[in-house]
Structure formats: C-alpha cells, structure tokens
C-alpha cells in the first residue's frame, strides 16, 4: 500500500501540481507505517446527493467529494484491515472517530456490519444512543443526533489475517 | 477519497472538459434550499480521522490512526434582494426625487462582488419612472442623502459591492416620474444584483439569458482563497439563483397619489351674555374647524389660516387642537416664525395653525377656538 501510494506520488510530483498537498498526505501514511501495527485504517469521504431520477422518484447516490458547500450530506468510510500475521481478537477492534468541525451527525447514519455503536456527547464518555441525555430547562432529555462529538464502533468479529471490513456514517455540512 | 488531488487537477487544468462534466453532473440535483443563511465559510478545510485500538491474544496493541481526509468547503453564491419601503411610495405626476430602498445581502458563504441592475420596463404596472441614479447607503445616516457627505452614487463596476457572508448593503433607486399620470397610476422599478462571479463565467446578467446559470453550476477556481492557500476554491452556483430567480431581485413600486384635504368649519355654542344664545355684541361663539386629509398621498406643510372679521374679537387662550406636530404651541404669540407658526396673530388678526405633513387617511384633526361679537 505504501508502494502504491509512492508510485501514485511520483507519478505526481512528475506532473508538478499536487507535489505540497500529497506530500502531506505521504507523510501521515509514512507514520503509520512505522507502527507495529497490524490493522490499517483507511479513511474515505463522499458525497451524497439527493436527486431525482428519470422516472421523477427522489434517488441518492454517492459522489466524489470535490465540491461540497454547506448543505451537503458527507459520507465518511473508514475500511479497517489485519495486514499482520496474527488473529486481531473478538470484540477488540475499537473505532473511533471525532464528528469532524463544522459539520454535523445525521441520525441513524452510523453503520458497521457486525459492530457495536456508541456515541459521545463530549468525545470522552460513549454510550448507546438511547442512554445520551442532556438537560433542556432542568429537564434531562435524549440528546439530538446533532450534539454528538464522537461515534465508537467496537468490532465484535475476530479480524483474520487479509480480512477487512468497514463502517461509516453521514454528516452534514454546516 | 483523496479529493486533494482530484481537486487540484481541477484547478490546474480549468478546461472546458471538467466544465462540461460539472455541468452534466449537476443538472438533474434537487440542491439543499439555501435556507441557512450562512454556512461554513468557503475554503475552510474539512478533516476527519479515525483511530482504532485492537488486541491480539489478549494483549493490547499501539493504536493506530487512519489518514484525514480534507475537503475544501467551496463558494455558494447566493443573494437575496428586498424592497424595504413599507408599501408603494407616493410620488407627483410629473415628480423628481422619488427614492424607493431595497437591501442586498449575501446569503452565500463567500466573500463577493454584485453587479446591480435596476430594471425599470417590469410588467404590471402603468407607467415606467426613469431612473435617475442608483445610491449606496455609505454615510451610515438612514436614508438617501445626496451631496458631498451623502451617499454614494453606484457606478458599476467601479463600485460594486463587495460583500462578506451574510452581509448586506442599503441601495437606493432616486428616479423621476413622467407627467400626465393619473391617481394610483403605479410604476415598478426592480433591483438585482447577479454576482459577478457567475457574470465572469456566464458572460450574461440577465437570468432570462440561455447562458445565465441554474444552481449547482459550478466554476472552478472561481471562490474564495482555501485555508491551506494553495488556491481557490470551486464556486458553485447556488439556490436563490433558482430558475424563478425570485430572490435575486425585487421590485419597489411608486405610486401617483395625491393627498385632498377637506376642511368644515361650524360655529357653535353661541352664549351671550344674557346666558341665551343670541348673536348680540358680548355674544362668545365656539368655531370648530375639521381638517380631513384622504387619499393615498401626504398633505406636506399642510397650514390652517382663519381670519378673523372685524366684527369678532378673538378670546385669549382659547385655540386648541387636537393633533399637534413637535414644536408648535397653541398659544397666542404667533412668533417666533419658524419654530412656532401656531397660534393667533394679533397683527393680521388671524388663526395659523401649522399641521405640518399629513398623510391621507390620518384621523380628522379639530381647531377650536372662541371669539367674542364686538
């Protein structure tokens, strides 16, 4: 993967253009891979559209994230692979991820097959969904999706070495 | 999924391929009503990363971090245009001067520029004003003020208002209005303002143009500066731009009105000094006079005079009036003039009572006041 990425780079730098952006990009990757870690994370974002299709019924579809102004549903995918030798154990692999600034969660959106979710309204306590409460007016109420800081996916699965999987979840754009 | 890169071929090569594909990509998207006013600013980066913990046979290993991903947040370009007079603005057949107001706001998440056009031919009404200038409201005092300390007369381009996300700038349209009109005739006058973005990259600022832009055109390189400074980002064409173009523009209309004032005036309340009624000298009579202004314009420095015959004598303190302007009295010193033009003036043996301006429809206004029969 680190290859790939180099060559991709290369390839690049040949070009001229991107040389800054994807230097960044390389050097992030180039930390990774000094880790003795096992599973990789490989972190995508895509757009969503709403559109309506020939037949006039409303349709979504996923777009390349090049153009995105407030508004915009983003979908975040984070693909996890055991690229080591060993068995990674069950119920040990734990995502996290920050909902990113200037954006917020859309309820429901949180997928991971074979996962457990958890949120967080501070980015430090997780719990289901059900258990986040805040208080309105001295009224404990169930917090809005909106309030979340963090999602937790805890893999329940051994991941085998090769083995991969993902989970995701939406966003909008403030 | 690294649309750094993608995103920087764009720019770089700003050909009409990846134009033309943006084109056909968006047209058939139903877009996110502009409803927020102000979202993220343009070319703010978006990051996200995960971070994962796992163990293997019990024991925990380093935790890891995925990439981040980083998008650009590009430019929306939205306006909304609005007439703020409170209703058609009341105006002479012939006049000059006539002013109508309207707001332009950026309700986009970019900094941009405006072209302003005022548009005079609008269907719908009965006659066109001519348009003698547009004004930026630039001297902070409400209003248009013209003069070497007033406003500031709109010369596109040179001019054009450069607004900031949710930023809005007072413009007014001073016209003249032709002769021979009659009451209530209407003339529209419509303001829009088309950025200048979407005029640079559509060569028109006119919505019924086949060139003008629907919304979710975009141009590339065309918006703000992004963060990280290694370009600009996409502007994207956005909802109020809609095909309607409701918001882009708005429409003040003048109308012809002219204000009728109608005065009554009745002698009343007769006491002689008999404590009859009889008109016998020593006799004191009430008068009332009723001003009543209608239509749908303005009575301006609108004055009562009642001269007093020879043969009554006015009685000291007795003017009263229902509805008075700041600044005058109903006393009887009709001086000094300028500040106070109320009261009885002893000199030309007259009642002055200044009303200042009146608008149509205000309720009646009563003058009483007592003389005595010599």
Request: aromatic share 6%.
């Given at each position: 993967?680190t ?6 780079l ?5 070009r001229g253009?991107g ?8 050097s ?15 972190n ?9 299709n020939?037949?006039g019924?409303?349709?979504r ?9 407030p508004?915009?549903?983003l979908r975040?995918?984070?693909q ?6 060993d068995?990674?154990d069950a ?12 954006t ?11 996962t457990?979710i958890?949120?967080s ?10 258990a986040?409460?805040?208080m309105?007016?001295?009224?404990e ?15 329940q699965p051994e991941?085998?070495?090769?083995e ?11 | 999924m690294?649309p ?10 700003l050909s ?12 058939s998207?139903?877009l996110p ?9 343009a070319g703010?980066?978006?990051r ?8 293997v ?17 590009d ?5 909304v245009v ?5 209703g ?8 000059v001067?006539a002013?109508?107001?309207f707001?332009v ?10 072209q302003?056009?005022?548009n005079v031919?609008?269907g719908?009404d009965?006659?066109?004003?001519a ?5 930026l ?21 040179g001019n054009?208002?450069?607004?900031a ?21 209407e003339?529209a ?32 390189g065309?918006?703000?500066?992004d963060e990280?400074g ?11 731009q809609?095909?309607n ?6 429409e003040g ?5 002219s ?10 309340n007769?006491?002689?000094?008999f404590?009859g009624a009889?008109l016998v ?8 006079l ?6 749908t ?9 009642d001269l007093i ?14 509805a ?21 003036d002893?000199?030309t ?9 009146v608008?149509?429809g205000?309720?009646v ?10």
């Amino acid at each position: 993967m680190t290859l790939s990425i180099k060559d991709k780079l290369m390839r690049s730098l040949s070009r001229g253009a991107g040389a800054v952006r994807l230097f960044v990009l390389f050097s992030g990757l180039v930390l990774s891979a000094h880790a003795t870690a096992e599973v990789t994370l490989e972190n995508s974002v895509q757009k969503v559209e709403t559109f309506v299709n020939e037949s006039g019924e409303t349709e979504r579809r996923l777009l390349d994230a090049d153009s995105v102004v407030p508004g915009d549903e983003l979908r975040y995918t984070i693909q996890f692979t055991n690229n080591g030798s060993d068995v990674v154990d069950a119920n040990s692999v734990v995502i996290t991820n920050p909902i990113p600034e200037n954006t917020e969660y859309l309820n429901d959106t949180a997928f991971g097959s074979g996962t457990v979710i958890v949120y967080s309204l501070d980015g430090e306590a997780f719990a289901a969904a059900e258990a986040l409460t805040v208080m309105d007016q001295g009224v404990e109420v169930s917090a809005s999706a909106k309030e979340y800081r963090a999602i937790r996916w805890v893999f329940q699965p051994e991941l085998k070495p090769g083995e991969s999987s993902h989970v995701s979840f939406n966003v909008r754009l403030k | 999924m690294q649309p750094l890169i993608r995103r920087r071929q764009h720019s770089v090569a700003l050909s009409a391929v990846v134009f033309r594909r943006l084109a056909i990509v968006f047209t058939s998207i139903v877009l996110p009503v502009a409803a927020h006013a102000v979202g993220t600013n343009a070319g703010l980066e978006i990051r996200n990363s995960a971070q994962a913990s796992f163990s293997v046979s019990g024991i925990a290993q380093t935790p890891v971090n995925s990439n981040s991903t980083q998008t650009f947040v590009d430019e929306l370009i939205d306006v909304v245009v609005v007439s703020t007079n409170a209703g058609p603005v009341g105006v002479s057949s012939p006049d000059v001067g006539a002013v109508l107001e309207f707001t332009v706001t950026n309700t986009g998440n970019g900094v941009e520029t405006f072209q302003l056009i005022a548009n005079v031919a609008v269907g719908g009404d009965d006659f066109n004003p001519a348009l003698t200038q547009l004004y930026l409201e630039t001297n902070s005092v409400p209003g248009l003020q013209i003069g070497a300390s007033g406003d500031t007369p709109y010369l596109s381009p040179g001019n054009d208002p450069l607004l900031a996300e949710d930023e809005s700038i007072q413009v007014y349209a001073l016209s003249s209005i032709p002769a021979g009109l009659t009451q209530n005739n209407e003339g529209a006058l419509q303001l829009r303002a088309v950025s200048t973005t979407i005029i640079a990259g559509s060569g028109t600022a006119d919505p019924s143009a086949p060139g003008f832009p629907a919304p979710g055109t975009s141009y590339a390189g065309a918006g703000d500066p992004d963060e990280a400074g290694t370009g600009n980002v996409i502007a994207v064409v956005g909802a109020t731009q809609d095909v309607n173009n409701l918001l882009i523009s708005a429409e003040g209309r003048y109308v012809v009105s002219s204000a009728v004032v109608a005065l009554t005036k009745t002698a009343s309340n007769v006491v002689d000094p008999f404590g009859g009624a009889t008109l016998v000298p020593g006799a004191v009579i009430t008068y009332t006079l009723e001003v009543e202004v209608s239509g749908t314009g303005t009575a301006e420095a609108l004055a009562i005079t009642d001269l007093i015959p020879a043969e009554l004598e006015y009685l000291a303190g007795t003017l009263a009036v229902s509805a008075l302007p700041a600044g005058e009295e109903v006393d009887d010193d009709f001086a000094p003039v300028g500040i106070d033009n109320t009261g009885f003036d002893a000199g030309t043996q007259t009642v002055t009572v200044s009303l200042s301006d009146v608008v149509g429809g205000a309720p009646v206004i009563t003058i009483t006041f007592d003389a005595a029969i010599r």
